[in-house]
């Protein structure tokens, strides 16, 4: 899948950079989630197209949609997820997309455009990746403990513990956990997992971390996590991957779908 992934992003930047060629002095600027650009792409992209590539990361879709409604317009390629990517495209943020100039958009799976159901046809949006988020425990220190997201309710693991400052993940875990939809728009609902965060999961937790729970999990500080795989696998070094369990709980809980997108504007 990595291989596959990498070639889209490639022909996403390629897309972004039509009409410079190879002239050098370009610069494009991609502002991307931490962990998503390998440094090994950026850097063969460089050199094949004879441009600089400045990427700037984000940890959630609200920092990078609040930066951009801010006024920041250097980006050029962004990669918010479905949620706001639908919004940002009802706002007029997104240029629109020439799928003649990118070859490798016939590889995405139908099933995937099938879930896109605010751009299908890609005509804002080429979908990048596709997952969920999950938890990941420490199997050095805890070995008695149920695939659910009940965890965060435990008492004796109070302060070792984090859930991410992400209102759609954690909220869409605590409505799965009670049997409901993620996309819930019922107000008795939305209170009874109002009410689940706050008395029951987060008096255990540290914090609610978008962004360093990673590393936190890695150093050890933190015995289980809610997370994204890509983030705690980026951090905690391989020799050390048996070390980690990571999982769906069973109840289920929010999918994302994150898409590649050029900005209105966007001047490479």
Do not use: H
């Not at 596959?4 to 991307?32: E, H, P, Q």
């Not at 995937?112 to 596709?130: G, N």
């Not at 409901?180 to 728009?185: G, R």
């Not at 050390?240 to 490479?268: H, Q, R």
């Amino acid at each position: 899948m990595k291989k596959v992934i990498v070639s889209i992003l490639a022909a996403a930047f390629v897309l972004s950079l039509a009409g410079c060629g190879k002239n050098r002095g370009k610069t494009l600027y991609v502002f991307n989630w931490t962990y998503y650009t390998p440094d090994s792409v950026i850097e063969q992209f460089e050199k094949e197209f004879g441009v600089d590539v400045w990427v700037d990361s984000y940890a959630s879709n609200e920092e990078m949609f609040a930066k951009l409604m801010a006024g920041a317009s250097t980006y050029d390629v962004v990669f918010p997820s479905q949620d706001y990517a639908s919004i940002m495209i009802q706002l007029g943020m997104l240029q629109k997309i020439d799928l003649n100039k990118i070859p490798n958009a016939q590889n995405i799976n139908p099933a995937v455009l099938e879930k896109a159901v605010y751009d299908s046809k890609m005509e804002y949006c080429v979908p990048y990746y596709m997952g969920a988020a999950g938890v990941a425990v420490n199997k050095t220190k805890l070995s008695d403990y149920e695939k659910s997201w009940s965890i965060f309710a435990r008492k004796d693991l109070k302060d070792r513990m984090c859930m991410m400052d992400d209102m759609r993940e954690v909220i869409g875990d605590a409505l799965a956990f009670r049997g409901k939809s993620v996309n819930s728009l019922d107000d008795a609902e939305l209170c009874d997992a109002e009410r689940l965060i706050i008395d029951e999961w987060k008096p255990n937790l540290v914090k609610f971390d978008a962004e360093g729970f990673g590393k936190s999990f890695a150093a050890g500080d933190f015995w289980v996590v809610q997370g994204y795989a890509e983030v705690v696998y980026g951090e905690v070094p391989e020799a050390k991957w048996d070390t980690v369990d990571f999982f769906i709980p069973e109840e289920g809980g929010p999918m994302y779908l994150d898409s590649m997108c050029v900005l209105k504007g966007a001047k490479n």
